[in-house]
């Protein structure tokens, strides 16, 4: 109850529009995230935002959701925008929600990439653990670890690494650098906790500066945790 009482009180605190979303052939799933997207992808390239936090609802595409309401609850809005909007391809950058993964299993006609933007803890898994299969055409993620993971429930997963983080680094020239520094996000207590690998083992002798001979570089690690 509590939550349907919510969203209704972010319908009616969110911006109406009374005309119908661009038609194209290439939406974002999600505002969050799209204008990095538009810059690190897409460049001139024409698209459709649909937003899904309540900032923004199509007057015209709710009348149209009704249809699909008694079948697919409060998702026929979603469901209903994007077959409006007729995409070929749907990207978005929220990878830890699959929520829009069971939407586009209704919109057979239409491609789903996800796109990895950071970490993902205890909630990501435990959610993908529930799924069989999910409707992903195409998962871009950070590492090979993590592809290994997930891919019997998405079998089309591509390591790309940080696709922000490579658009950035495009550069044609570099000074030559004399030491690297690696920011770590290795947290002692929860993989002890979880008995991922003996962390004395693992761990020991390792100091804040050591020499990689292999690369006549200085590797300096920043231990967060």
């Known amino acids: 109850m509590f939550s349907k009482f919510k969203k209704i ?6 911006k109406k529009k009374w005309i119908f979303p661009k038609k194209n052939k290439l939406i ?10 538009k810059k690190c992808l897409l460049a001139d390239s024409s698209f459709t935002v649909m937003h899904t936090r309540g900032e923004v609802f199509y007057i015209p595409i709710i009348l149209i959701s009704i249809k699909y309401f008694f079948k697919y609850g409060f ?12 995409p070929k391809l749907a ?9 829009y993964a069971n939407i586009m299993s209704a919109i057979p006609g239409c491609k789903y990439f996800m796109i ?12 993908i653990d529930n799924f069989k299969k999910l409707k992903i055409d195409k998962y871009f993620v950070f590492g ?23 658009h950035y680094l495009r550069k ?8 690297i520094q690696y920011i770590s996000l290795f947290q002692s207590s929860y993989y002890e906790k979880k008995g991922y690998f003996d962390l004395k083992r693992e761990w020991q002798g390792l100091d804040n500066s050591f020499y990689m001979p292999t690369t006549e570089f200085t590797l300096k690690i920043l231990k967060k945790f």
């Not at 974002?28 to 997207?37: A, E, L, T």
């Not at 950071?118 to 435990?126: S, T, V, W, Y």
């Not at 090979?144 to 490579?166: H, L, M």
């Open 9 to 14: 009180l972010i319908f009616l605190s969110s």
């Open 28 to 37: 974002i799933i999600d505002n969050v995230g799209s204008d990095k997207i």
């Open 75 to 86: 998702k026929s809005y979603h469901i209903a925008f994007i077959n409006y909007v007729n």
């Open 91 to 99: 990207i978005s950058f929220i990878d830890n929600a699959f929520y």
């Open 116 to 127: 990895m933007n950071g970490r993902r803890h205890d909630a990501f898994f435990d959610e």
């Open 144 to 166: 090979e670890d993590f592809k290994n993971y997930v891919k019997e429930k998405i079998p089309n997963t591509i390591v790309s690494g940080s696709i922000i983080a490579n």
């Open 172 to 179: 044609k020239e570099f000074k030559r650098p004399k030491k």
